[in-house]
C-alpha cells in the first residue's frame, strides 16, 4: 500500500482514469520511446523477445510532463504505481521491507533520446538497517550488504538528497587512511557497518534531514529526482547542445536488482556489438567482476576487454554472443549494451542504438549491406549525415615529426590543436571572450563539463576508459579525444599537468591525434582527411538515391578542388567580394569607391576587371563544364575602407586627397544598419559600372576557357532582389554587357537572382516570369524575416535558448515556421509562373543535415554548402529523398 | 494623304487592323479617359452632350504607349490618322493647305490624368507663307493672320523644334526698340510680317534645319513632340512628385482652331464653376478680350474677373452661366472650364474636375448635397483625403501683430514661415542639404520649378493670377501661396527682393498668409487651424459609414487633445521610451542601463516608475474610457547613451565610474545592425524588470485614476515580437506584475504585440491563439519585408523612383504586393484562431489614404496615426467602405 499523503493526488480531468500511467516490462514494445523512454522501451522489447531481463515497470514519459506542469501527479497514479509494484513484488517473490526476502530495485531516468547530461541511476534501492541484514543472511556475506548499503545511502544521498558524494569519500578516505590500507576492497564488513552510520550522519547533516528507512518512501523521493532532473541545468544545457525539443520529458524505471558485486562469480560489463569507433564487426566491450555497473562508467576501475570473459567463463561468454547476435538481428543496427551477471547468471540491463564515429558508421552500414542484414536504403538511414563531418575535419599532416609525449585510449578520432586549459569554465571562457582554440584536459569528465568540451577542439583525460563519459560524448560530438592518458598527472589548482619530467602549464599549446591516442607538444601541421572506402561506398549509393544536386560555396580554384574531391556539381555560390581584399587590388577597390562620377571610376574598373578576370579564368578551369553560380557584388561599399587613422592617412596620400575629405567621404559611407543599407542589387542599380564590369571580367574568363575546348556554365546571380523590377533593370545591364561581344560569346549562360529578403518570396511569381534561377540566401532571409541581425544576435541569443524561447540558433538551420514557409511559398510563386524555374539554396544552412531535408520537402533542386559539407548534404539529400 | 515615310509603320502583329487608335470627338465620352486622356474624353463628352466644341480628334494614350516602346507607330496608325483628319476637314469644310479657307488646328496633349509637367500645346498650326494669306483674306484681318502666324512660329519653335523663347523675345523686343514702341499690340501688320521672316530665321540657326511648311509635316512632328514629352524630365519629375504611375501615355488632341484673338468680339477665358479657394458658389474665374489662353494663363497679361463678361456681351455671359449649370449637373462636380469667344461665338475648349483647396472641397460637397446634386456617399467621394491635412496645418496666431509689407492675391490659403530664397535649385538645395525651412519668392512659376515647390514652405510671386501656375499647383500641394504681388520686385541675380524701400535678401525670414494673400516681415507665432462647419459636417458624415475605428499616436496628454478634437477614438500607439528622454528622468535611465545587474537597476527603475506613473495618470485622465495602447520599452537601450566626450565625461562623474569604463560600457551596447539588434521583446527577455516596472506605472496610474471615477481601458502591447513563446513570455511576466497588485486591480486590460516582423505575420495564427489584439507596426515591417532600413534608405531611394525600380517611398504608404501581403496572411492566420481578434495598425502609414483603404479592405479594426492625420483617416477609412 502507498500511502496517500506521499504521493499527491490532483483532480486534473485531462487525466481521467484510464489512461495508462505504468508499465510492466512485459507490456511495452520498442516502437514506444516517446512514451517509455528508449530504455524503457528496450527492456520491454528485449522481455519480449526472451532475452533475461530484471523484471521491472517503467512510469510514463507523460506523468514527468504532468508533474513538470503541475508539481503533483495524476489521478490515478498511486493506485498503477502500486498495481505495478505488487506485481514486480510476486514476479520476484520479494518484498519491500521484508526481512527475509526483501526487494531491492534500481530506479533509473531514461527519455526518448539518450540524455547523459540527466540524472542516471539509484541502485539498491530498498536498503535499510533491517533488510540489510536480511541481505546479508541470504548472500551469507556480510560485507557484500553492507557495501551495497553504503552504495545506496552514497548514491541516494548525492542524487536524490544533494549532499555532494566528496562528503562521502572523505568519510571513506579517513577510514582507509585510520586503518592504514589502500584500496575499499580492504575494508571489511565492520568498517563498512560503521561507514554506514557514518554516512547517515554526514546526510543528516549536510542534507537537514535524515535518511530514509521506509523503502516506499525512498522510491517516491528516488522517482521525483528524477522528474525534478528533468529540468536541471544540466540536462537543459545537454537539450541545448544537441538540439533536443519536443520531448515530453523523462520515464523513470524501476527495476529488480542483480548484483555484479557478490563475489567472483559476479561481474558487469557494457559492450557494444561492433568496434563504435571504426566499426570492425568484432564483439567489442569491457568488464569487470565483483564490481557494480558504476565503477565501470565512472572510469573508477579500469575494466578488461570482453574478449577475456571468455576465459573467465566460456558458456557466459557463449550466451553473451548469442544475446549479441539476436540483439543486431533485431534491432538490425549495431547496440551498445549493459549487462551484469549474479552469481554465474547472466542479465542484460541495456540495449541502445550504440554511437559510433562516422567512420565506423559508414563501415558498420556497408558491413550490414554485405551481410544481407540490411538494404541498401535502410542502410542509408542508420548513417547520422550531420556526424560526417567528423571524417572530413583535417588530420596531422602525414609524415609530420610529432613530438609524443604521452600516449592514452584511442577514444574518439580526428585530430585537433589548441591550447591547454583544465577546467571547463576557462575552456569556454577562452574559446569565446578570447577566441582562442582550446584542448580540455581533465582527469575525467562529467555531465558538468558538457558546456567546456563542447567549446574545447578536444579533450584529454588522465583516467577513464574507451566507454568513460568524455569518450562516449566526444565521439557523438565528432570531436578528438584521448582518454585514459596514465602518464599524464593533472593539477588542476596549479592550472598545469605533468608528464614525466614535462611540465604543460595552461595556455601551452598541444595536439590530439584521436585515432591513435597520440599526445603531441606543440602545433601540429594539419591535412586534408582521407576518405575511407566505406564512406565512398555510402555516398556512392546517397548518389544513387537522392533527387537533390548538391553544389558548393567557393570563391576560389584551392576550394572548388577540394569540393569537387567531395562530390560536389557545380558552384552554388562564388562570392566575387572577397576577390577585392588583396593587397594588389584593395587600393583599386578604394579608388574606384572615393571616385567622384562614373569617369573617375573607368580607370580602377578597368585594371580590377583584369584581376577578376584571372579568377574568373581559374574558377571555370576547374570546374568544367559544372554550372558555376556567380554573384556580384553584395556588401556595402564602406566595407572596403579602412577604419584606422593610419590606414586612412596613407590612403589619402596615395589618392593624393586630404584626410578631412576622405573622412568625410567614409562617413558618408557609414550606414545605419548596413545589412539593410545600400548594398546587393541596389549597389547594381546606382553604380550599373561596376556590375559592368564584372560581367565583362566573366564573359571574358568564360571565353578564354571556352576557346581553350572547355565548356563553361555560368550563372549570373544579382543579389538582395526584393522587386521584379530591381532585376529587369540589372538584367538588361548584364544582358547588354555580354551582348557587346556579339557572336564572339561562346559559353552558355543564365541570369538569375538570390532570393533573401521577404519581398522576394511574396514577389516571386513576378520575379520568376524574368529569372532563369532562384538561390535562396537564408543567411539574409533569415535575418530579415526575424528581423535579427546576425552580428547582433549574440546578446541574447543564449538567453532565447535557455529560457526555450528559441530552440536553437536560428542562422544554423532553417527555420521552419517562418523562413522555410517563407520558402515554401516562394517556392510554390515562382513555379506557379515558371514550372522548369532551378531553384536551390546557398546560405550556410544548405550543410545543416535538417536544412536540406526541409529543402527536399519543399522541392528545391539544389543545395550548395562549403566544400567539407558537401558528403553531409549528398547523403541528408538520399535520405530525405528515401524518407518521402 | 499623309505620306507614309512621314509616319513609319510598324509590324508588330499585337496592334493588328482592327484597334481603334483615333477617335473623333463623336466617338468617344467621359469613361473612356484611360484611352483618350482627361481633355480628350472631356472634349468628347461636351460633343456629346451638345456643348459647342470646336470639332476634332484624338490619338489614343495606346498609340504613346506602342511609340514610347518601338519608336514608331502601329502599323494602322497612318490610315486612321488620315480617316479622322479628312473627317475634319470635311466637317469644318476646311483643308489644310487649302488657299481659300485653310484648317488650322491646335494640338495638346492631354493624359488619364492632369499633368501640368507635360508639353502643352501647339497653336495655329497649318499656318505657312500661303494660308497665312489666305486667312488674312477670310478675315480680313492682316495684323491678325500675321499676329497668328508669328506665335504658332514661336510656340512650334520652341515646343517642337526646342528653340528657346527667348530667341523669339529677344528678336520682338529689338523690333519695339527699333520702333520706339512699348506693347505688343503697337506692332503693325508689316512689322510682324517682318517679325515672320525674323523668327523662321531664328529657327532655322538655333535649331539647324529650317521651319516645316507643310502642315502635315507640322502635325506629324507635333504628334511625335508630344509622345515624346511623356517621358522627358520635367513630366516624369511630376509624375513622381504626385505619385502617378500605371498611366499608359499620353493622348493627343487635334482640334479645328477657334481665335479668341480676331478683335474686340473675340476673347478667351478660364473658370470654375465654383471658388476652388473657398468653395463659394458663386461662379469664378477670368477672362481677356482680344486675346489667345497662353495669355492667360502665362500670367503675361493680367486677365479680369468673369462677372465682368457680363458688361461686355450679356447673352454670352448667360449663355457661358447655362453651360457652366449643365456641365456642373452633368459632372456632378465642381469645374475647370477653358472657354475662346469668337467674333461673338463662344467655344468651349476644355473641361475638368477642378482642383480646390481643402476647404472649397468640403464646402463645395456639403452645398451640392443641399442642392440635392449629390447623395451624402458621393459628395464623400468628391473630397481628396489627403488633401485634407492642409485644413489642419497652423495658421498664423489670431491678433499677432503683423507686419504686412506687401500684399498679393490668396492664391492658396494656409500659413508659411521661411528664410526667402530665389531658384528652385535654392530652394531644393537648402531644404534638403542645410534642412532649412524655405519660401521660394520668383517672378512666376513654371513646371520646371515644380522640385523647389516641393521642397519650400510657401511660394510669392510677384506676378500671375489666382489661375497661374503657381496658384493652380500650391493648391494641389495643400501649399501657401501669394500670387501676383506687384509690390514685390524680384532680383533673382542679386537674390534679394525690393518692396518699396524695403530690401529682402536670400536667407531673411518671411511668413505668407496665403488665405489672404499678404506678405510678413519675420517670422510669426502660428496657431492651431480653426476647423470649418463644412469640414465638421464632412468628418460627422465619414463617421456614420466608416467601418474602421481611427485612433492617435500620442505620447503626451497635450498630443491627445489634439487628437481628439480631431475626432480620435484612443491611442493606438502610445510610446513610452519619449518619456525616458527628459533631462530630470535621463540620467535615471542611464543609470539603469549602465548597472551590473538586476540589484543595480532597482532604485533608478523605483524612481523611474513614479515617472512613468505621472506620465500614463496625464493620459489616462484625458482619454477616459477610450482605449490607450501603451507599447512597452522598445528601442535598443544604447540609444539613451550620450554620444560626445564631454556628455560622457559628466556621465561618468554623476555615476562615480571611470571614463574609461563607461566608454567600455557603451561601447558594449553598440551595435551594428540596431534596427536588427537587440531592442523590442528582446529587451523585455533579458530585463524583464524594465518590463515590470512600465506594467506596475501603467497599473499605478489606471488605479489611481479608476478611483476617481473615470473608466481606464488599457491595452499592454509587447513590441516587436515573432515567436509565439516571446509573446507568452513577457505576457507572463506583465500578469505577473498586475496580479501583484490583487483585488485592488480596477481597470480594463488586454496584452497584445505589435506586429511588426515578417516572421510574426507567417506564424500570426500561434500568436492570435494567446495575444488579445494585434497592432501592425508598419515601419518596422516595411523595413524587414524589403530589407530596407528607413535611416539608410535615403541614399538611393530617389534613384530608385527615377529608374522607376519604386513607384514611391515604401516607408510613406502600405505596399500592397509585399508588406500588404504579409499583412493579410497575419490577419488570416490571426483571424483562423481567434476570430474575434482586434487587429489594427499604428505604423506612420496608418494615415496614408491609400494604406487606410487598403487597411479597411483586409479587414482590419483601426488605423492609429498622429494626431493632425486624423481627420485623413477618418474620411480615407469612409471612402474605402463607401467604395466596397
Given at each position: 500500500m502507498i500511502p496517500s499523503s506521499s504521493i499527491a493526488r490532483a483532480s486534473d480531468p485531462s487525466h481521467a482514469n484510464g489512461t495508462k500511467l505504468v508499465y510492466s516490462f512485459d507490456e511495452g514494445n520498442k516502437e514506444m520511446k516517446d512514451l517509455l523512454g528508449g530504455k524503457g522501451a528496450n527492456l520491454s522489447e528485449m522481455t519480449r523477445i526472451n532475452i533475461p531481463v530484471p523484471f521491472g515497470f517503467t512510469i510514463t514519459t507523460e506523468v514527468c510532463e504532468y508533474y513538470s506542469k503541475h508539481k503533483e501527479y495524476p489521478e490515478d497514479f498511486a493506485d498503477q504505481l502500486e498495481d505495478k509494484l505488487d506485481l514486480l513484488q510476486r514476479r520476484m517473490a520479494k518484498k519491500f521491507s521484508d526481512s527475509d526476502n526483501p526487494l531491492l530495485v534500481s530506479v533509473r531516468s531514461g527519455a526518448a533520446v539518450s540524455m547523459p547530461g540527466m540524472m542516471d541511476t539509484v541502485l539498491n534501492l530498498g536498503l535499510n538497517d533491517d533488510t540489510v541484514v536480511a541481505l546479508a543472511k541470504k548472500t551469507g556475506n556480510e560485507r557484500f550488504a553492507y557495501d551495497s548499503y553504503r552504495r545506496f545511502i552514497q548514491m541516494f544521498g548525492d542524487v536524490?538528497?544533494?549532499?555532494?558524494?566528496e562528503n562521502f569519500e572523505n568519510a571513506i578516505d579517513k577510514m582507509k587512511e585510520d586503518k592504514g590500507v589502500k584500496d575499499d576492497t580492504e575494508l571489511d564488513a565492520e568498517d563498512l557497518k560503521a561507514l554506514v552510520e557514518q554516512f547517515k550522519k554526514v546526510v543528516e547533516k549536510e542534507a537537514g534531514r535524515s535518511f530514509p528507512d521506509n523503502p516506499l518512501e525512498q522510491l517516491k523521493l528516488s522517482i521525483e529526482a528524477v522528474f525534478n532532473s528533468w529540468d536541471n541545468d544540466r540536462a537543459k544545457t545537454y537539450r541545448k547542445i544537441n538540439n533536443i525539443t519536443g520531448l515530453k520529458g523523462t520515464a523513470v524505471n524501476v527495476q529488480a536488482m542483480v548484483f555484479g558485486n557478490m563475489g567472483e562469480d559476479s561481474g558487469t560489463g557494457v559492450a557494444f556489438t561492433r568496434n563504435p569507433s571504426n566499426g570492425d564487426p568484432a564483439f567489442y566491450g569491457e568488464f569487470l567482476m565483483n564490481a557494480q555497473g558504476e565503477d565501470v562508467v565512472a572510469g573508477i576501475r579500469t575494466p578488461v576487454p570482453i574478449s577475456q570473459l571468455q576465459e573467465v567463463n566460456a558458456s557466459l561468454y557463449d550466451e553473451l554472443i548469442n544475446i549479441k547476435n539476436k540483439l543486431e538481428n533485431h534491432y538490425k543496427d549495431m547496440q551498445d549494451i549493459e549487462f551484469t551477471i549474479e552469481q554465474g547468471k547472466l542479465f542484460l540491463l541495456q540495449t541502445r542504438s550504440g554511437k559510433r564515429t562516422a567512420a565506423a558508421a559508414c563501415k558498420i552500414a556497408v558491413d550490414m549491406v554485405e551481410e544481407g542484414m540490411l538494404t541498401k536504403e535502410e542502410a542509408l538511414l542508420k548513417v547520422d549525415a550531420g556526424q560526417l563531418g567528423q571524417m572530413l575535419h583535417p588530420q596531422i599532416r602525414k609524415g609530420a615529426e610529432k613530438n609524443v609525449v604521452a600516449k592514452g585510449l584511442p577514444a574518439s578520432p580526428g585530430a585537433a590543436c589548441g591550447k591547454v586549459v583544465f577546467t571547463a569554465d576557462d575552456a569556454m571562457a577562452w574559446a569565446t571572450e578570447k577566441n582562442e582554440k582550446v584542448i580540455l584536459v581533465r582527469k575525467e569528465t562529467s555531465p558538468e563539463d558538457i558546456h567546456g568540451m563542447h567549446c574545447a577542439q578536444g579533450i584529454l583525460t588522465s583516467r577513464g576508459g574507451m566507454t568513460s563519459h568524455a569518450a562516449v560524448v566526444c565521439r557523438g560530438m565528432g570531436k578528438c579525444c584521448v582518454a585514459g592518458c596514465a602518464d599524464v598527472i593533472v593539477n588542476v589548482s596549479a592550472k598545469k599537468m605533468i608528464i614525466g619530467d614535462l611540465v604543460v602549464n595552461e595556455g601551452d599549446l598541444i595536439t590530439l591525434e584521436g585515432g591513435l591516442g597520440e599526445v603531441i607538444l606543440g602545433q601540429m601541421e594539419m591535412q586534408e582527411p582521407e576518405m575511407t572506402e566505406d564512406f565512398k561506398t555510402i555516398m556512392k549509393w546517397s548518389d544513387e538515391f537522392r533527387r537533390m544536386k548538391v553544389r558548393t560555396n567557393a570563391d576560389t580554384p584551392a576550394d572548388c578542388k577540394v569540393a569537387l574531391d567531395f562530390g560536389a556539381e557545380g558552384i552554388g555560390l562564388c562570392r566575387t567580394?572577397?576577390?577585392?581584399?588583396?593587397d594588389d587590388r584593395i587600393f583599386l577597390v578604394r579608388k574606384m569607391i572615393l571616385a567622384k562620377d562614373a569617369d573617375g571610376r573607368v580607370e580602377p574598373l578597368k585594371k580590377l576587371k583584369e584581376f577578376q578576370k584571372d579568377d574568373f579564368v581559374g574558377i571555370f578551369e576547374v570546374m568544367e563544364e559544372l554550372p558555376v553560380t556567380v554573384r556580384l557584388l553584395d556588401p556595402?561599399?564602406?566595407?572596403?575602407?579602412?577604419?584606422k587613422a593610419e590606414q586612412i592617412e596613407v590612403l589619402a596620400r596615395d589618392l593624393d586627397v586630404s584626410v578631412d575629405d576622405l573622412n568625410t567621404v567614409i562617413s558618408n559611407l557609414h550606414e545605419v544598419n548596413p545589412m539593410l543599407g545600400h548594398r546587393g542589387c541596389r549597389l547594381g542599380i546606382t553604380y550599373p559600372d561596376i556590375y559592368k564590369m564584372q560581367v565583362q571580367a566573366i564573359s571574358e574568363a568564360a571565353m578564354a576557357v571556352s576557346a581553350r575546348g572547355k565548356k563553361v556554365n555560368v550563372e549570373i546571380e544579382i543579389p538582395l532582389v526584393g522587386d521584379v523590377r530591381e532585376f529587369n533593370y540589372l538584367r538588361d545591364v548584364v544582358k547588354a554587357a555580354i551582348a557587346e561581344y556579339g557572336e564572339e560569346v561562346n559559353f552558355n549562360y543564365k541570369i538569375g537572382t538570390m532570393i533573401e529578403t521577404p519581398r522576394a518570396c511574396l514577389t516571386a511569381d513576378e520575379i520568376a516570369a524574368q529569372a532563369e534561377f532562384f538561390s535562396f540566401g537564408t543567411n539574409d532571409l533569415t535575418q530579415t524575416t526575424f528581423a535579427f541581425s546576425r552580428d547582433d544576435l549574440g546578446k541574447f541569443v543564449n538567453e532565447y535558448i535557455e529560457k526555450g524561447i528559441l530552440d536553437r540558433d536560428p542562422m544554423a538551420g532553417i527555420d521552419e515556421k517562418g523562413v522555410g514557409k517563407l520558402m515554401r511559398i516562394c517556392v510554390e510563386l515562382g513555379r506557379s509562373e515558371n514550372s522548369e524555374m532551378e531553384i536551390g539554396i546557398c546560405g550556410e544552412q544548405g550543410g545543416d543535415p535538417d536544412s536540406v531535408k526541409y529543402c527536399h520537402k519543399i522541392g528545391l533542386d539544389f543545395v550548395s554548402c562549403s566544400p567539407y559539407r558537401v558528403p553531409i548534404a549528398r547523403l541528408a539529400a538520399a535520405q530525405a529523398a528515401l524518407k518521402k
Open positions: 536524490v538528497m544533494e549532499v555532494g558524494h567580394e572577397h576577390m577585392f581584399f588583396d556595402p561599399l564602406h566595407e572596403f575602407l579602412p577604419e
